[in-house]
């Protein structure tokens, strides 16, 4: 759960007096963009955050892809779980996190997190974790020298019967992260896809407490674990790229993964094209499904987020059987074999 706030942990800062970067509403997005990542989780060589200061070169140009993720900067309409965060005007969706979804409120003078939702777990069983009040992850603008400080609390309870404990059937989840983050650098970064002029860097430090709880219907609610730990994470960005350019997490001291915008990356609003062709929409008795991938997963979810049907999928032409859906809209997605999602959208069913 932690680590889908964090993509948005660089925070509340106010204007210097040079001409460092500054960070505004501006400099997220747009609605439409897809950006391409790529991870780095071995350094044999080790690595290193660089320094703080003024005019500092960030050379990260060696690092070695192992996995890729992907980001997509939606429309909430577009999303099952609109309805459930009124006040959201954009979404952040990511790959890497079973395709959750990360609703928020973009204003020129803030971005708050207003709730999280999906298959978060990747046991088909969607989960909504509103915020209430939203959380302020950011304040615009943003600039070399401020700091910022603030509590982000995430509480959600949910059916454990699957998880193959015997006897329990809800689990509960609770976790408090207190945020310090500081713009303490600026510069020029160097990733494997290029030089980028003129960054600035969020160093963030997150105190965090994990609670876990399960239910029985013998004992009642017992604590079942309670973790306490510090992690952090410095953030590299620039006024118009959109989103930001690297990530390098720390885990109890030690390095992470370094996540870092890839050579494909797309910082437009234009249609990236799809590599799943999805015919008649909407449909009736069957929907059409045509790649030139090896293999994939479809996923069909309802407006309300429940999954109402799974179909592996091959390279070819896959026919999946409608007749028994309800009409009515759906938000598809489709899967690697890893369950990175690579393509979403939505279809209609009509009989």
């Given at each position: 759960?932690k680590k889908?706030?964090?993509l948005?942990?660089?925070?509340?800062?106010?204007?210097?007096?040079?001409?460092?970067?500054?960070?505004t509403?501006?400099?997220?997005?747009?609605?439409?963009?897809?950006?391409?990542?790529?991870?780095?989780?071995?350094?044999?060589?080790?690595?290193?955050?660089?320094?703080?200061?003024a005019?500092?070169l960030?050379d990260?140009?060696?690092?070695?892809?192992?996995?890729?993720?992907?980001?997509?900067?939606?429309?909430?309409?577009?999303?099952?779980?609109?309805?459930?965060?009124?006040?959201s005007?954009?979404?952040?969706q990511?790959?890497?996190?079973?395709?959750g979804y990360?609703?928020?409120?973009?204003?020129?003078?803030?971005f708050?997190?207003?709730?999280?939702?999906?298959d978060i777990?990747?046991?088909?069983?969607?989960?909504?974790v509103?915020?209430?009040?939203?959380?302020?992850?950011?304040?615009?603008?943003?600039s070399?020298?401020?700091?910022?400080?603030?509590?982000?609390?995430l509480?959600?309870?949910?059916?454990a019967s699957?998880?193959?404990i015997?006897?329990?059937?809800?689990?509960?989840?609770?976790?408090?992260?207190?945020?310090?983050?500081?713009?303490?650098?600026?510069?020029?970064?160097?990733?494997?896809?290029?030089?980028?002029?003129?960054?600035?860097?969020?160093?963030?430090?997150v105190?965090?407490?994990?609670?876990?709880?399960?239910?029985?219907?013998?004992?009642?609610?017992?604590?079942f674990?309670?973790?306490?730990?510090?992690?952090?994470?410095?953030?590299?960005w620039?006024?118009?790229?959109?989103?930001n350019?690297?990530?390098?997490?720390?885990?109890?001291g030690?390095?992470n993964?370094?996540?870092?915008?890839?050579n494909v990356?797309?910082a437009?609003?234009?249609p990236?094209?799809?590599?799943f062709?999805?015919?008649?929409?909407?449909?009736d008795?069957?929907l059409?499904?045509?790649?030139?991938?090896?293999?994939?997963?479809?996923?069909?979810l309802?407006?309300?987020?429940?999954?109402?049907?799974?179909?592996?999928l091959?390279?070819?032409?896959n026919t999946v059987?409608?007749?028994?859906?309800?009409?009515?809209?759906?938000?598809y997605?489709?899967?690697?074999?890893?369950?990175?999602t690579?393509?979403?959208?939505?279809?209609?069913?009509?009989?």
């Amino acid at each position: 759960m932690k680590k889908i706030l964090s993509l948005f942990a660089f925070a509340c800062f106010g204007l210097a007096a040079f001409a460092q970067p500054v960070l505004t509403q501006s400099s997220f997005g747009p609605i439409g963009t897809t950006f391409y990542m790529a991870i780095a989780d071995t350094f044999p060589g080790g690595i290193s955050s660089g320094g703080a200061g003024a005019s500092v070169l960030y050379d990260f140009s060696t690092l070695q892809t192992n996995d890729n993720d992907t980001i997509w900067i939606l429309d909430p309409v577009d999303t099952p779980h609109a309805g459930d965060f009124p006040t959201s005007n954009i979404v952040v969706q990511q790959s890497s996190l079973n395709g959750g979804y990360l609703y928020g409120e973009l204003t020129s003078n803030y971005f708050d997190v207003v709730g999280v939702a999906g298959d978060i777990l990747g046991n088909g069983a969607p989960i909504l974790v509103p915020q209430t009040p939203p959380s302020r992850i950011a304040a615009f603008p943003t600039s070399f020298g401020s700091s910022y400080s603030g509590t982000t609390t995430l509480d959600f309870t949910i059916d454990a019967s699957s998880f193959g404990i015997p006897f329990v059937d809800s689990a509960r989840y609770k976790n408090i992260a207190d945020r310090m983050s500081v713009a303490d650098g600026w510069g020029d970064l160097r990733i494997p896809s290029g030089t980028y002029p003129n960054v600035l860097r969020i160093n963030q430090t997150v105190a965090q407490i994990d609670s876990i709880w399960i239910h029985s219907s013998f004992t009642g609610w017992a604590l079942f674990q309670d973790t306490v730990y510090t992690d952090s994470t410095f953030t590299w960005w620039d006024e118009t790229a959109g989103y930001n350019l690297a990530e390098l997490e720390f885990i109890g001291g030690s390095p992470n993964t370094m996540t870092y915008l890839d050579n494909v990356a797309v910082a437009s609003p234009e249609p990236v094209a799809k590599t799943f062709q999805l015919y008649p929409n909407p449909a009736d008795q069957f929907l059409m499904i045509s790649t030139t991938h090896a293999e994939g997963q479809l996923q069909l979810l309802d407006m309300a987020g429940k999954l109402v049907l799974i179909k592996k999928l091959s390279a070819g032409d896959n026919t999946v059987p409608t007749a028994d859906l309800p009409a009515g809209q759906y938000i598809y997605r489709i899967n690697d074999r890893r369950q990175n999602t690579l393509q979403t959208g939505k279809i209609s069913v009509t009989h």
